[in-house]
């Protein structure tokens, strides 16, 4: 089954760029979508980046994401980081069946 | 602006089925650029995708959660449905419904969640 892997934390000071990875397992990352959101705790999830790169409207250009093949993983870079960026970050994308993984998240210290 | 909103129990005891409810405003079921899913998370931990349909009747069930899953569409009300049976503890969390665009399998908007809790 495919696999979307994701360090479990990390952490960086204000002001700071922070880059969270997203590997995935087989086959081809870049073959299928992906997305990120954010969560706050005790709050829905929000997008931050879909389709692989875009930004929702709303969304500051702090946050930008991007595809390395290379590597088979997805990335989601926040620049110029703030306190109220802390929260949790889940990549996801769909396997060739039709079926939605979701990463296992990333939690993010702005210390 | 789309909006959607989960009810049901907040209760199930084991071994029954829970069944919740999503209704649609903003936007028609029957959209043919929308899948239409659930997600859920149990406490402190991640997302998982529990599965979705399409305005064509078509679903897709998460393969960890296949056997057990139903997820089912009225058109008349906005709704849509997920029913999962034979629930146990570990079936304890916050239950999403959210939107889908087909295109980029990506979830927009999401409801608020509905935290369903087993136990006797």
């Known amino acids: ?111 | 602006q789309v909006r959607l909103q989960e009810s049901g129990p907040g209760l199930v005891k084991p071994s029954q089925t829970l069944s919740l409810t999503c209704t649609v405003s903003g936007d028609s079921i029957t959209s043919s650029d929308f899948y239409w899913s659930w997600i859920r998370q149990s406490p402190g931990k991640g997302l998982e995708w529990i599965g979705y349909m399409y305005s064509s009747g078509n679903t897709y069930y998460s393969p960890s959660l296949k056997s057990r899953v139903s997820i089912s569409v009225d058109t008349s009300k906005n709704q849509f449905s997920l029913e999962l049976r034979s629930v146990t503890a570990a079936d304890t969390a916050v239950y999403y419904c959210a939107r889908v665009y087909e295109v980029w399998h990506w979830f927009d908007p999401w409801g608020q969640g509905t935290l369903v809790t087993v136990s006797s």
């Not at chain 1, 590997?23 to 081809?28: M, V």
């Not at chain 1, 969560?39 to 930004?55: A, K, L, W």
Request: aromatic share 10%; glycine share 10%.
């Open chain 1, 1 to 111: 089954n495919f696999m979307l892997t994701q360090p479990h934390s990390v952490s960086e000071s204000p002001g700071k760029t922070v880059t969270i990875s997203c590997t995935g397992s087989s086959g081809s990352i870049a073959s299928n979508y992906v997305q990120w959101y954010q969560q706050r705790p005790g709050s829905v999830p929000i997008t931050v980046i879909y389709e692989d790169i875009q930004r929702p409207s709303g969304v500051p250009d702090r946050f930008s994401g991007s595809i390395d093949s290379s590597s088979n993983s997805a990335s989601l870079t926040i620049s110029g980081l703030k306190t109220e960026d802390e929260a949790d970050y889940y990549c996801q994308s769909f396997d060739n069946n039709n079926h939605v993984i979701f990463g296992g998240g990333t939690k993010l210290t702005v210390l």
